[in-house]
């Protein structure tokens, strides 16, 4: 390889590697056949059916992250190869996760497009409607990521236009991780019971039953094991998805007694 082929390539493989980088929330534009594996049947009245279909909401953010995770791997054994054939390589492997991301993404969405309609708008249908557009949005910032990419030659060009455009989208990817955590709170303050206050007037009795808190559980603990143990979620570079997995882990294994009790 002569030395201006070794500058091309390590060049072109710095600019894939740092948009990969931008890939941990990425979703391609809205796939016309989706296949979404988590079986649900939507009942837009329960709140139950609800809290179930955002945690399966959850779990299709984490196939998202376990897709960036495998794809920062491959990033990695790469650094010290920077050849052509590995900027081509690494720009394939970012196309295909973009694709199973944006499937995952848009399955999140799909789960709690029936709840939108819910009579109960106080909760149920306003926070289904504000937890389905952090998932649209993120697929919106993701065009821009595509162009990007499609764009990537004439972009190599143009560091600092590149660098602006990655850093734009970083900043909104963050305030929607921000929305996300608000929402997952209001869907689990939803299933506390205001009917049935304590003697002290706190609440501490919900709206489901044992079977249904239990069922919850473990459906969550099957997509994030991790949040079992406190130790794993404080660990400093833990994923705010996790954080936000462990919120429901916490108010679910909280000494309130369930509907049946």
Request: with cysteine.
């Amino acid at each position: 390889m002569t030395r201006r082929s070794l500058w091309l390539a390590v060049a072109m493989l710095l600019v894939v590697q740092m948009v990969a980088l931008m890939l941990p929330a990425t979703a391609a534009r809205a796939q016309t056949r989706v296949s979404c594996p988590y079986l649900h049947e939507a009942k837009p009245e329960s709140k139950y059916a609800f809290t179930q279909a955002t945690v399966i909401g959850l779990s299709y953010a984490r196939v998202a992250l376990h897709e960036t995770e495998a794809l920062e791997a491959e990033r990695r054994a790469m650094n010290n190869a920077p050849t052509m054939s590995n900027a081509q390589t690494l720009l394939t492997a970012m196309m295909r996760a973009t694709k199973s991301v944006s499937g995952a993404y848009t399955c999140a969405e799909m789960v709690l497009e029936p709840y939108k309609k819910s009579l109960d708008q106080k909760m149920i249908g306003t926070t289904a409607e504000y937890l389905a557009a952090v998932y649209g949005q993120h697929r919106r910032l993701n065009d821009q990521f595509l162009d990007l990419l499609k764009n990537l030659p004439d972009a190599s060009q143009q560091p600092t236009k590149l660098a602006d455009v990655i850093s734009t989208i970083e900043v909104e990817r963050e305030k929607l991780w921000i929305d996300l955590r608000k929402a997952s709170t209001l869907t689990l303050l939803g299933l506390l019971d205001s009917s049935r206050p304590d003697k002290d007037g706190k609440l501490r009795t919900l709206l489901i039953t044992r079977a249904e808190r239990t069922e919850l559980l473990e459906r969550l603990l099957r997509a994030f094991p991790e949040v079992k143990k406190r130790s794993e979620v404080d660990k400093p570079g833990t994923h705010e998805l996790i954080f936000i997995a462990s919120l429901y882990q916490q108010f679910l294994t909280n000494p309130y007694k369930c509907a049946d009790e």
